[in-house]
């Protein structure tokens, strides 16, 4: 039985991130819900590091990310395998190419870079489908992977801590208030000086109508497309990619609602396709009918010792560690890159006995490294402060003599010193 | 350092001021390195490439710049090209233009005359309709076009970053066009290695849909299959999207046009500098990084074609198999 | 015998341990006994408790082991003298509580004596107390023409061998940032010749010709300061990564082309003479400095390869002598002082033939500013490319002035009113055989030796062959100890075409003016 292995369900929909919506979506469309499970889980726990991944027992394989699995799917179909649209199309391809390039900024931007939105909404949903202590580690993690993303947009003002206190006083209604204490990276010359609250409406409005200028960039080449089933220049996999993205953008009930009233003021055929699409692909709104596996109650043998690492106590524990090894400066990322790359090679060379080991050992791996590591620190730290300084190289008196018989009764310094014998000057 | 408050110079001491120097002489010549990036009247593209190309006006051996360049000739604007690093550049990338010094007459006092500002890229388009003596063929404005731009700057631009620089097959290419050239250290070239590295692959990160840039908590790792997959999807759209046009160029144009321009800055390049030679056949994705191969394998041909068309058309006698 | 030593022994090491001398003629009772045979049995240092034995090895073990049959009294308080101010040299000892104690051996009830009767026999014993090994500080800055803020931790003594690790950081006007350790140590115990090893990051504007440049590098160094005359050589061997960026909008094509990465490897030599009476308000005496760098030539490789020499020759001297004047008189001092500069460019590797590039604008020299030929703006001479001064690779400038004190102010005033002209001439070696080829963009930069010889020689020709750029005026000098203040309201009275003047008031803050 395949498995897919995605982000948990939010917002009412069955995942957060809209690749792994997408991927859902097409699984429902095209294959009977009686081959395939979902397993929810975040990147840490599977080996490719990447969400969506599907698992085919068949053939033994990963396939990690949207375009990998559709085709994957096509290549290796299982039986209940039907997807009538046309394989590949020019336009369709480029569609998915634009949603990638420019929908995932615009949803980045929506969803997690702005302060408000994720703290009221996402953070909250991460918190939800995350099992206690990642969502400390992950989200975070998340959320400056989607800043960069949006980066270029230059509207990294939208985080700001600022802006909760300037909504309660009645004055903050757009998404903008200036301010620098954001920690997402902010380019210097973005940054923009504290001002009054008198003078704060102005550029919230200004930013208002930028983020409705970048919406609008977006939404009008998607909605030239004709979206609907059975359209020969559109695929399938296509129309999950767009339907994903745009779902994102109409359906999370974010307290700063610009993207959404933008598409809902403007392009309501897009609002049509979503609600349309989304009630084809799940028939109660959300994900609650579909074949979700409960992580340790999978059935199939040879993929279940994969997930555990999901789930038990030490699995969290050495995803957990983990992300916490990922935010040392300097280490962390190279550790990270090759602890990455070693899971994945493993996946991607060997059979399935391997694999498991290694995955396991890996993880025994994690476990070890952080706790020898914390030991370390924390003897590092005894040490300084048992030493409580430089060591020291000299002596209280040094002395030279002259190298000859009978003058060895020196080092009389007593005789020196005390006055008697030899005079003090 | 020195202050002297502009406002209110008494009368008497402004005719003082007025009067000196009493003497003086014609400027100073510059230095030998600076007379031949202030001795020509063209505009000057700063581009990557080399010393030898950038003396023929050969093609750029950067697709960002080759795209610009390609542009500029076929708007026919008179310009020379001078190989640079991101240094030179106001916005911190190449390519940029920097115009032609206003003063026409005396050479000697050109250098008197305040530098022009430098065109960046984005300008760069509104600059060659201005100057150029041609009108590339206008893009037809299309919200098509935009789906198909990112094909160039998504799956694309990713494949080209991975296959360049971070496929240890490639390095020895990497270094001769981007380390070596800035310098003979050994140590130098390590650390700038290690950044164009580091840098390659946040760019790769930052907007690829399979290498985990979307919501994975630790994007870290690059698929390079799934990315050269995403390109070979990339180049076939592309060339089912020229089979399309009525004419030899994309969106049916009666000359080429910027597209026609971003289109062949990665192709042209794919084919010189990272096809294994002409031994490859079709798409042998199992030889990763072979994104020439792909070029020729698109479509039935179309995309090599156009690239042999435009080659032939602004450079004449250009082989691929130049170095 | 005791009783006569304590003159020379006792009083000048425990007053003041930096000049702990013998007095030069003894009395005459005293001379006898300087001449009559002696040793040292033994030598004791008390309170170097962080402090090796293997560097105090290097000064006390000479003294009683060497002594020699005919060693005088004379010559071994002499020695004793010199191991005494090369400990206090080695700067890791306090002035206070310090002090040299000698006594006589054969005074000992161990009754060491009989061995050598007819020898005096001295025990020796230096008392001292330790520096704190490590200082930490913060304060602000002027160097030329520019003031800045740095924290600096000294660690003084590291491995017991009077090592010194200096960490410093700072910011200013113009350094946005600059990052240095120092690690120096005495060779063979000598205080006078140290060897350092230095590691620098820094990153400073040069708005004079709009750009930036970081530098990241370390070098190795040796320095030996003659003690007696003052001169100090110092031989060092640098690897710099420089790094321009960060240019301006409206940079120059010369500052475009040479923007981007190279690597300076070289070995240079710094001599210095410096024989005034101050180094800001100087009286009387003379300063004379030579540096010569050899870069990138030979086995030293690097991305940049030349022959870079400056020599400075500064002086000043007393109008009128004080001594026909009432004492409390100022005396009017003239000054000058005269810098030249060369940078020959070579061929890389270990061929003198090959082709050559010349210069680069970072290591060609700059000329002009409000401490250098005054009445010019910060590298306000030579050639200009736009409003950039792109620098020369041959330069002269020289200065003269006199000081005037202030009315109703004493010699120790630190305020003078100076009347100065000065002025200068920075030539760029250009390419003389290309200059006729006109048009296409030529980027074969190399000349070969030939053309750079002919090149350097009409440079240096160009230098004599017209007036120099001059500035003359006059202006207030405050030469506080920390830097030397000047405001001057000068006039430009010849320049060239693109240099860039500046008329009026100008104010210049650093140590070393022209």
């Known amino acids: 039985m395949l498995q897919l292995h995605v982000w948990g369900p939010a917002f009412g929909l069955p995942s957060i991130d809209a690749e792994c919506l997408a991927a859902i979506a097409y699984l429902t469309q095209t294959t009977s819900r009686a081959e395939f499970r979902l397993v929810q889980t975040s990147p840490s726990a599977v080996p490719t590091h990447h969400l969506p991944a599907l698992h085919d027992p068949s053939t033994d394989t990963w396939a990690s990310g949207f375009a990998p699995i559709t085709s994957h799917l096509r290549a290796h179909p299982p039986p209940s395998f039907h997807d009538a649209s046309p394989p590949r199309h020019a336009d369709s391809t480029a569609y998915a190419a634009f949603l990638t390039a420019h929908a995932a900024p615009l949803v980045a931007l929506s969803l997690y870079v702005s302060s408000a939105n994720w703290a009221a909404t996402t953070r909250p949903a991460y918190s939800?489908?995350?099992?206690?202590?990642?969502?400390?580690?992950?989200?975070?993690?998340?959320?400056?992977?989607?800043?960069?993303?949006?980066?270029?947009?230059?509207?990294?003002?939208?985080?700001?801590?600022?802006?909760?206190?300037?909504?309660?006083?009645?004055?903050?209604?757009?998404?903008?208030?200036?301010?620098?204490?954001?920690?997402?990276?902010?380019?210097?010359?973005?940054?923009?000086?504290?001002?009054?609250?008198?003078?704060?409406?102005?550029?919230?409005?200004?930013?208002?109508?930028?983020?409705?200028?970048?919406?609008?960039?977006?939404?009008?080449?998607?909605?030239?497309?004709?979206?609907?089933?059975?359209?020969?220049?559109?695929?399938?996999?296509?129309?999950?990619?767009a339907f994903a993205y745009l779902a994102l953008m109409l359906v999370p009930d974010v307290p700063r609602p610009w993207l959404r009233d933008t598409m809902r003021a403007a392009y309501p055929r897009l609002c049509e396709f979503v609600e349309t699409f989304r009630w084809e692909c799940f028939p109660d709104g959300g994900g609650e009918v579909l074949p979700w596996s409960d992580g340790k109650a999978s059935g199939s043998s040879s993929s279940s010792s994969v997930t555990r690492g999901s789930g038990g106590f030490l699995g969290v524990g050495a995803r957990f560690a983990q992300g916490l090894i990922f935010d040392i400066p300097g280490i962390g990322e190279e550790w990270h890159r090759w602890l990455a790359r070693r899971k994945r090679r493993a996946v991607r060379q060997s059979g399935d006995e391997r694999q498991i080991q290694l995955s396991k050992g890996s993880d025994a791996l994690v476990v070890t490294a952080s706790a020898g590591l914390a030991l370390l620190a924390a003897n590092i730290g005894v040490f300084l402060y048992r030493a409580g300084g430089m060591p020291s190289f000299g002596a209280p008196?040094?002395?030279?003599?002259?190298?000859?018989?009978?003058?060895?009764?020196?080092?009389?310094a007593g005789a020196l010193f005390s006055g008697a014998l030899g005079r003090r000057y | 350092m020195s202050v002297w408050p502009s406002p209110a110079v008494p009368r008497p001491l402004q005719q003082l001021f007025d009067r000196v120097p009493l003497l003086t002489y014609d400027a100073n010549v510059l230095p030998a390195r600076s007379q031949s990036a202030t001795s020509s009247r063209l505009p000057t593209l700063y581009v990557f490439s080399t010393d030898s190309d950038a003396r023929l006006g050969a093609p750029s051996y950067n697709p960002g710049c080759l795209k610009w360049q390609t542009f500029l000739k076929l708007a026919r604007v008179e310009f020379q090209i001078v190989p640079a690093t991101n240094h030179a550049s106001p916005t911190g990338a190449l390519p940029f233009l920097l115009p032609a010094r206003p003063s026409p007459s005396a050479s000697a006092s050109a250098s008197a005359s305040p530098a022009p500002a430098p065109v960046s890229s984005a300008r760069l388009q509104k600059y060659a309709l201005e100057h150029g003596q041609h009108k590339p063929a206008e893009q037809t404005p299309t919200l098509r076009l935009d789906a198909y731009q990112a094909l160039l700057d998504v799956p694309i631009r990713n494949a080209w970053l991975q296959a360049l620089y971070l496929e240890p097959r490639h390095a020895a290419l990497l270094d001769r066009l981007y380390v070596a050239p800035a310098s003979s250290s050994r140590w130098v070239q390590a650390t700038l290695r290690h950044q164009l590295r580091r840098a390659a692959e946040a760019e790769i990160l930052k907007t690829s849909s399979s290498a985990g840039g979307s919501a994975s908590a630790t994007p870290i790792l690059v698929d390079e299959s799934a990315m050269y997959a995403g390109a070979r999807d990339a180049l076939d759209a592309l060339a089912d999207l020229l089979a399309e046009s009525e004419t030899d160029w994309f969106f049916g144009a009666p000359s080429p046009s910027l597209f026609d321009a971003s289109v062949f800055a990665y192709t042209h390049l794919m084919r010189r500098l990272l096809d294994g030679g002409a031994d490859g056949e079709g798409e042998d994705l199992k030889i990763p990084a072979r994104l020439g191969a792909l070029v020729r394998a698109a479509g039935t041909g179309e995309l090599e074609r156009h690239q042999s068309r435009l080659l032939e058309m602004l450079w004449p006698g250009e082989s691929l198999s130049g170095r | 015998m005791a009783a006569s030593l304590a003159p020379g022994g006792s009083n000048a090491a425990s007053h003041s341990p930096r000049t702990p001398s013998i007095p030069d003629t003894p009395a005459p009772a005293l001379s006898d006994h300087l001449l009559t045979p002696a040793s040292i049995s033994s030598v004791e240092v008390y309170g170097a408790t962080n402090t090796r034995r293997s560097l105090l090895d290097h000064l006390f073990r000479p003294l009683v082991e060497n002594p020699g049959p005919t060693t005088t009294l004379g010559e071994l308080l002499n020695r004793i003298n010199r191991a005494s101010e090369k400990l206090v040299r080695l700067d890791i000892f306090k002035q206070e509580g310090y002090g040299v104690f000698i006594s006589d051996a054969?005074?000992?009830?161990?009754?060491?004596?009989?061995?050598?009767?007819?020898?005096?026999?001295l025990d020796v014993s230096f008392r001292v107390k330790e520096k704190s090994r490590l200082v930490l500080s913060a304060g602000t800055d002027f160097g030329n023409a520019e003031g800045s803020a740095y924290t600096n931790a000294v660690l003084r003594n590291v491995f017991g061998?009077?090592?010194?690790?200096?960490?410093?950081?700072?910011?200013?006007?113009?350094?946005?940032?600059?990052?240095?350790?120092?690690?120096?140590?005495?060779?063979n115990g000598n205080p006078d010749l140290r060897v350092g090893v230095e590691g620098l990051q820094s990153s400073t504007q040069k708005p004079w010709a709009s750009h930036e440049e970081q530098l990241a590098g370390g070098s190795l160094r040796l320095v030996w300061l003659a003690r007696k005359t003052g001169d100090s050589h110092a031989l060092a061997y640098s690897g710099v990564w420089r790094q321009l960026t960060g240019l301006a909008t409206g940079a120059s094509p010369t500052v475009r082309a040479d923007a981007g990465d190279s690597l300076k490897s070289s070995i240079t030599h710094t001599f210095t003479r410096d024989r005034r009476d101050s180094p800001t308000l100087p009286q009387r005496g003379y300063l004379f400095r030579t540096v010569s760098e050899l870069a990138g030539w030979g086995p030293l490789h690097g991305d940049v390869s030349f022959f870079k020499s400056e020599a400075e020759v500064a002086g000043a001297s007393s109008l009128l002598s004080t001594a026909r004047f009432h004492k409390s008189w100022t005396p009017i001092t003239v000054g000058g002082s005269l810098r030249l500069g060369l940078l020959y460019p070579l061929a890389a590797g270990f061929s003198f033939g090959g082709p050559t590039s010349p210069s680069r604008i970072n290591d060609r020299f700059q000329l002009g500013g409000p401490t250098d030929v005054r009445g010019f703006k910060l590298g306000g001479l030579g050639p200009h490319d736009g409003s950039d001064a792109v620098g020369g690779d041959v330069f002269a400038a020289g200065s003269v002035n006199m000081m005037f004190p202030l009315p109703r102010t004493g010699p120790a005033s630190p305020l003078r009113i100076q009347l100065f002209a000065n002025g200068g001439r920075l030539v760029a070696l250009r390419n003389e055989g290309r200059e006729k080829e006109n048009g296409g963009p030529d980027s074969n930069l190399a000349l070969n030796s030939s053309a750079v010889l002919r090149g350097m020689k009409s440079a240096v020709g160009e230098l004599a062959s017209e007036l120099p750029s001059l500035a003359a005026g006059v202006g207030l000098v405050y030469a506080h100890p920390v830097a030397r203040f000047e405001l001057n309201f000068s006039l430009p009275i010849i320049r060239r075409e693109g240099e860039q003047v500046r008329k009026g008031l100008q104010v210049g803050v650093g140590i070393n003016f022209l």
């Not at chain 1, 004055?171 to 200036?178: E, F, H, N």
């Not at chain 1, 003599?401 to 009389?412: F, K, T």
């Not at chain 3, 061998?161 to 060779?187: I, K």
Request: glycine share 10%.
């Open chain 3, 161 to 187: 061998g009077a090592e010194s690790l200096s960490v410093n950081a700072s910011t200013g006007t113009r350094t946005r940032s600059a990052y240095n350790a120092v690690f120096s140590a005495p060779l």
């Open chain 3, 106 to 121: 054969r005074d000992r009830p161990s009754g060491a004596s009989g061995l050598h009767p007819e020898r005096t026999e």
């Open chain 1, 128 to 241: 939800a489908i995350l099992p206690f202590p990642l969502p400390w580690t992950e989200p975070p993690a998340v959320r400056a992977a989607m800043g960069r993303r949006a980066e270029h947009l230059g509207m990294s003002s939208l985080d700001t801590d600022a802006e909760a206190s300037a909504a309660e006083s009645g004055q903050g209604r757009g998404d903008i208030a200036g301010g620098a204490g954001g920690w997402v990276h902010i380019p210097a010359a973005l940054r923009r000086a504290p001002r009054s609250v008198k003078d704060a409406l102005a550029p919230e409005q200004a930013a208002r109508i930028r983020l409705d200028g970048l919406a609008k960039d977006v939404l009008n080449v998607l909605s030239e497309v004709d979206w609907e089933a059975g359209e020969p220049r559109t695929t399938a996999a296509a129309r999950c990619l």
């Open chain 1, 397 to 412: 008196l040094h002395s030279w003599h002259m190298p000859m018989a009978g003058l060895s009764g020196l080092g009389a």
